[in-house]
T-cell receptor, first 113, second 113 residues
Framework: KAGVTQTPRYLIKTRGQQVTLSCSPISGHRSVSWYQQTPGQGLQFLFEYFSETQRNKGNFPGRFSGRQFSNSRSEMNVSTLELGDSALYLC????????????FGQGTRLTVV | GESVGLHLPTLSVQEGDNSIINCAYSNSASDYFIWYKQESGKGPQFIIDIRSNMDKRQGQRVTVLLNKTVKHLSLQIAATQPGDSAVYFCAENRPGAGNMLTFGGGTRLMVKP
């Protein structure tokens, strides 16, 4: 069974640009959550999608958005990039419904210059 | 918002010894807890989970203990190996939060051969 796949693995963007990251969950999993990991703030929850609907949202500005498709794949978008958005963005896949084990992908390392 | 122990202490142990990694959580409503292991350049790897109706759960070489009275979680690793060297995170979930996880700051485990 394939794990969680995140693409791309690495990105370098310029301030003011926008970026889209992709996550393919484990087959059969319907919940996808996104996290931002930085040395200073640790792992912080961005949002969760379940059955194409945003179920929970963390304390991030509106520049951070996401969506989920009917095949459970998810994308997150960050607009008007700032230097502080440089981070490892992680996607977690869960069966959905009630809380169960969440499995993470390798992450996308975003560097904003 | 509420957090789970934001700091990154380091635990150094000798190969073959047992390791105990601790985590304090602040939300008394939390009812599901997970331990993750993160190696450099990789996403967090699921180790073991426990629900609040249990005090202890065992896996292969790992045991998680939950003390709800003092809101404390610990991960015990038996016969620690060099491959156990990584950063370990605890995470919690509470009812109504879907699959949203709140992470602690992590503990770095260093295993000396």
């Amino acid at each position: 069974k394939a794990g969680v796949t995140q693409t791309p693995r690495y990105l370098i963007k310029t301030r003011g640009q926008q970026v889209t990251l992709s996550c393919s969950p484990i087959s059969g999993h319907r919940s996808v959550s996104w996290y931002q990991q930085t040395p200073g703030q640790g792992l912080q929850f961005l949002f969760e999608y379940f059955s194409e609907t945003q179920r929970n949202k963390g304390n991030f500005p509106g520049r951070f958005s996401g969506r989920q498709f009917s095949n459970s794949r998810s994308e997150m978008n960050v607009s008007t990039l700032e230097l502080g958005d440089s981070a490892l963005y992680l996607c977690a896949s869960s069966l959905g419904g009630a809380i169960t084990e969440a499995f993470f992908g390798q992450g996308t390392r975003l560097t904003v210059v | 918002g509420e957090s789970v122990g934001l700091h990154l202490p380091t635990l150094s142990v000798q190969e073959g010894d047992n390791s105990i990694i601790n985590c304090a959580y602040s939300n008394s409503a939390s009812d599901y807890f997970i331990w993750y292991k993160q190696e450099s350049g990789k996403g967090p790897q699921f180790i073991i989970d426990i629900r609040s109706n249990m005090d202890k759960r065992q896996g292969q070489r790992v045991t998680v203990l939950l003390n709800k009275t003092v809101k404390h979680l610990s991960l015990q690793i038996a016969a620690t190996q060099p491959g156990d060297s990584a950063v370990y995170f605890c995470a919690e979930n509470r009812p109504g939060a879907g699959n949203m996880l709140t992470f602690g700051g992590g503990t770095r485990l260093m295993v000396k051969p």
